[in-house]
């Protein structure tokens, strides 16, 4: 049997798993800094901090940035470095993200209003057998 395949596909497989695990924080619990020193440096820089929380040897922080824009953001716990941010869409909306807020308000076209008595034309019945 030939087991040089298999020694390769096992080597590649802990090699790549390694490198999927990274992005964690390996910072000794010995350096870390309070959280309070992340929140007070966070709002010197102007966000609104909500939670500060560890997840993954990171410090992970929920709030808004100076931006206004709600975000998560994952910080080292030693150094305060910036390893990941991502912003929060506060809105519902999933089908379209670039809306024109203007149009939210305005008022309602022809096509967008239902008749009085409910009766909507043009929609498919359906039928079960």
């Keep these: 049997m030939n ?53 993954d040897g990171c410090y992970e922080v929920k709030g808004r940035d100076p931006d206004g824009y709600r975000v998560e953001a994952e910080y080292s716990p030693a150094t305060f470095e910036l390893m990941e941010i991502e912003r929060v869409d506060d809105d519902d909306d999933d089908d379209d993200k670039h809306h024109d807020k203007s149009k939210r308000y305005s008022e309602p076209t022809n096509e967008d209003r239902v008749p009085r008595k409910g009766i909507v034309k043009g929609r498919p019945s359906v039928t079960v057998e």
């Design 3 to 55: 087991i040089k395949p298999i020694v390769i596909s096992l080597s590649l497989l802990l090699v790549s798993g390694a490198a999927l695990a990274d992005d964690d924080c390996d910072d000794p619990v010995a350096q870390w800094q309070p959280r309070e020193n992340l929140r007070k440096q966070l709002e010197a820089e102007g966000w609104t901090v909500f939670r500060i929380k560890v997840d």
